[in-house]
């Protein structure tokens, strides 16, 4: 174990430490870091663009999820009825979006919503719809709705398949008693498929709150964090901060919101542990 030890340390741990150290200290990256304690946490207290952002952060994170967890757990449920050499094609077209990476999935969609030349607002034109065209990344009231969609396109593939892995090893025996004892397919649906897929639960849900708190790069690539903020999150935040920013770099600012973002994500595990531990009582 000691060579992965080793990788940990210098790879994982050592950036971690600094980065916290960093979050304790203001930097430009030219001076002298100067200690300032937890003034820089102090600071998001009374920073608007912060709160903001965290409060898109916390909202986009809860509702993909929602819609994450809830739509792959019944598609599957819908493949596993069995639909022979179909259901095998329809599962890869849906896992498919999943292996395209974020950067070119906000690329993509940024083309597709485009209010001038999109082939979204195209083809609502050509239905007749042009009623319901839109600025979609270019106006507050839509952004987030647009990105939302964009993440469940992309990401409802691949737990759509963690899903039905799940449902292939469920003991099918219980499901037969239920029917037996007169159970229709909602209360098996609702008393044994769900109770026995808590750990996948579980674990889809943990890794949708990861997903949602680290949420930048599609986001960064669709709309830079705009209109008017809309759609910043905490990490286009601590970017804009540490690496983009109009005047010099905050490099202790853009630390301490990095580790707020670790926190965060710590947060979201030991729910799990805790999950899993009231569980198995």
């Not at 994170?61 to 929602?66: D, I, N, Q, S, Y």
Request: proline letters at 4%.
């Amino acid at each position: 174990t000691l060579p992965a030890l080793l990788f940990f340390i210098i790879f994982i741990g050592i950036p971690i430490c600094r980065t916290l150290l960093l979050g304790l200290m203001e930097w430009n990256a030219i001076g002298p870091a100067t200690w300032v304690g937890l003034g820089n946490y102090q600071r998001m207290l009374s920073d608007a663009v912060f709160q903001g952002a965290f409060n898109v952060t916390m909202l986009l994170t809860f509702a993909l999820t929602v819609f994450l967890t809830v739509i792959p757990l019944l598609v599957a449920v819908l493949f596993n009825m069995g639909w022979g050499v179909f259901g095998t094609i329809y599962r890869t077209m849906l896992f498919m979006p999943a292996i395209i990476s974020w950067v070119v999935t906000g690329a993509l969609w940024k083309l597709i919503l485009d209010p001038n030349l999109g082939s979204l607002n195209m083809l609502l034109g050509n239905l007749g719809l042009a009623s319901l065209q839109q600025n979609w990344l270019g106006e507050a009231e839509w952004v987030l709705w647009a990105i939302g969609v964009v993440a469940v396109w992309q990401q409802i593939g691949l737990y759509v398949i963690i899903f039905y892995a799940g449902l292939q090893g469920l003991d099918v025996t219980l499901l037969e008693a239920a029917a037996i004892d007169g159970a229709t397919a909602r209360q098996k649906f609702q008393h044994v498929t769900v109770p026995l897929l808590r750990p996948v639960i579980l674990m889809v849900v943990t890794l949708n709150l990861l997903n949602g708190i680290k949420l930048f790069d599609v986001i960064y690539v669709m709309t830079g964090r705009g209109p008017v903020n809309a759609s910043q999150v905490l990490g286009t935040y601590m970017y804009r901060v540490a690496f983009a920013n109009p005047g010099l770099p905050e490099f202790g600012y853009g630390s301490a919101l990095s580790t707020v973002i670790m926190f965060l994500c710590i947060l979201a595990v030991f729910f799990q542990i805790w999950m899993n531990r009231r569980s198995n009582v």
